[in-house]
């Protein structure tokens, strides 16, 4: 999963990882799942974030993701302006 966030206000890069690793150490607490800044590392007003979980069946996946989407969107002070989801299964 990709979350992007527009971070109004921020005028420094120490203030943009000030809120990433909060949510991304949230994130790993609450959900057990991989998290890291994966694109826009430079710009100090844009966060982007890689969600990564895996499980033996799709709708614990999509659970998973689904609930940490939920808290992400319930707890970040910051405006969340895009999320894409991609799953990946092998269904032999």
């Known amino acids: 999963m990709t979350l992007e966030f527009r971070l109004h206000g921020n ?3 120490k203030e943009k990882r000030r809120v990433a ?3 991304k150490q949230k994130l790993r607490n609450t959900f057990n799942v991989a998290v890291a800044e994966v694109e826009a590392m430079d710009a100090h007003d844009r966060l982007v974030l890689g969600v990564v ?3 033996n069946r799709t709708d614990r996946v999509e659970s998973r993701l689904a609930k940490a989407l939920a808290m992400t969107e319930a707890i970040t002070p910051v405006e969340l302006t895009q999320c894409g989801t991609e799953i990946f299964s092998d269904s032999e």
Do not use: D, G
Request: charged letters at 10%.
């Open 11 to 13: 005028r420094s890069l």
């Open 21 to 23: 690793q909060s949510l």
């Open 53 to 55: 979980t895996t499980a």
